[in-house]
């Protein structure tokens, strides 16, 4: 019997149908949601196609984005880039959250617009993880609690006012001198749109997400994704997407504590199966019996 592992779950998507769940404000192309412990289980494969804000009420969460992790407890904020991680809840600790979904446009002419007023910090370009850890000051911490109680008011207040709010937190998380890692790669969202498939494909190869999905991510349609792909790689999606997990899964069954299926799952395949025939397929050898020789060697 093929064993089929367990699919990832659209966390912006989760959000937008589940209001039962996610308390919801909309506003235009933003979303903010305020929840009590979403998750069927304690830990989930999950991705989104907008980067978002996370801000922790009560309770603590841990991402994980190999080979990192991230622990966040109550008072804390991040932002998160937009992408696939592994989202897990603490047992015993009553988790509630508050996010708010951004789109990369939105960003970029909150950007435009506010480089006028913001005395630029250093904007070079560089490297950031998917999550990216935020100063909650006294004027973040109050931001926090001001907008706490619209998701359960009768009236839900005018688009107007939820974005003028959008716009403070913005405004008062760029203003912090202490989060110019998250200005330095808002700023990069300002670079032509060919450089952005790249980072993009990089960071989240290793999760088992459609080529329609890798296209959601880098804010283009399938067909400007592929032709666009092809000539940055030089090959097609899907088969650099086949190697490039193919060479992943390789080091990861060095790890002798880790199963065939943890291995194919964190490769970002879908079953064992597939998995295994790929593997032999590309190297000549099945994942048991590469890991065998090199136990046998001494390399792991």
């Not at 209001?19 to 494969?45: A, H, I």
């Not at 008072?75 to 989202?87: D, M, N």
């Not at 979904?101 to 006028?116: M, W």
């Amino acid at each position: 019997m093929v064993q089929t592992l367990v699919g990832m779950i659209n966390y912006y998507k989760n959000a937008c149908t589940q209001p039962e769940t996610f308390k919801q404000l909309f506003c235009k192309e933003l979303l903010f949601v305020y929840y009590d412990c979403p998750l069927g289980s304690n830990r989930q494969d999950s991705w989104s196609e907008l980067n978002y804000i996370l801000y922790v009420v009560t309770g603590k969460k841990v991402f994980y984005a190999h080979p990192k992790s991230w622990l966040i407890g109550e008072g804390s904020a991040v932002f998160v880039k937009k992408g696939g991680c592994i989202l897990e809840k603490i047992q015993g600790e009553d988790l509630c959250l508050m996010a708010f979904f951004i789109p990369d446009n939105y960003i970029q002419s909150f950007l435009i617009e506010s480089k006028l007023r913001i005395q630029p910090f250093d904007y070079l370009p560089e490297k950031s993880d998917i999550v990216i850890p935020l100063d909650v000051n006294e004027t973040m911490l109050a931001f926090y609690n001001s907008v706490q109680p619209y998701f359960s008011a009768v009236v839900k207040p005018p688009e107007a006012l939820l974005e003028l709010k959008f716009k403070e937190l913005l405004f008062n998380i760029i203003a912090n001198p202490k989060n110019v890692t998250l200005v330095n790669y808002l700023n990069t969202l300002l670079l032509p749109q060919a450089n952005t498939i790249q980072p993009i494909v990089e960071a989240n190869f290793c999760y088992n997400l459609s080529l329609q999905d890798y296209a959601a991510l880098c804010n283009r349609s399938l067909s400007s994704f592929k032709r666009d792909f092809q000539t940055h790689y030089k090959m097609p999606p899907a088969r650099w997407l086949l190697q490039k997990r193919l060479e992943f899964a390789k080091q990861l069954l060095l790890y002798p504590n880790k199963t065939i299926v943890d291995v194919a799952f964190e490769s970002g395949f879908e079953d064992c199966s597939h998995f295994s025939h790929s593997f032999k397929k590309h190297f000549t050898i099945s994942p048991l019996k590469y890991r065998q020789d090199k136990l046998a060697s001494g390399s792991v």
